[in-house]
């Protein structure tokens, strides 16, 4: 089954701490983040645990609610519930879970 979506919208995205005062305009959170600390694309290299730091370090220096990309959850279910409760931990006011497979 997929989703159809009528209406949109974009809302601008934060790489990293420094980028509060010019948010990024890219199309995927996971892009901004990958591509700032890694310097590479969102293809499922960033790890749980980087993007949870980068989400803190985001989330402590806005005043702004933030919703992180919690890309596929990081694996199965449990990893799923470990990404969400890290998330919230970290300060994210929502977060963002997709259904992608890498080959």
């Given at each position: 089954m997929q989703l159809q979506v009528s209406n949109s919208f974009s809302l601008?995205?934060?790489a990293d701490s420094r980028s509060q005062q010019s948010p990024l305009t890219s199309k995927n959170a996971g892009f901004?983040?990958?591509?700032?600390?890694?310097?590479?694309p969102d293809t499922g290299y960033i790890s749980y645990?980087?993007?949870?730091?980068?989400g803190r370090q985001i989330t402590q220096a806005v005043s702004?609610?933030?919703?992180?990309?919690g890309e596929n959850g990081y694996g199965n279910v449990m990893n799923v519930k470990r990404t969400v409760k890290g998330?919230?931990?970290a300060g994210f006011a929502?977060?963002?879970?997709?259904?992608?497979?890498?080959?």
């Open positions: 601008p995205k934060l901004s983040v990958t591509a700032v600390r890694l310097g590479l645990g980087e993007m949870v730091d980068q702004i609610p933030i919703i992180g990309d998330y919230i931990k929502g977060i963002i879970l997709e259904t992608i497979r890498f080959n």
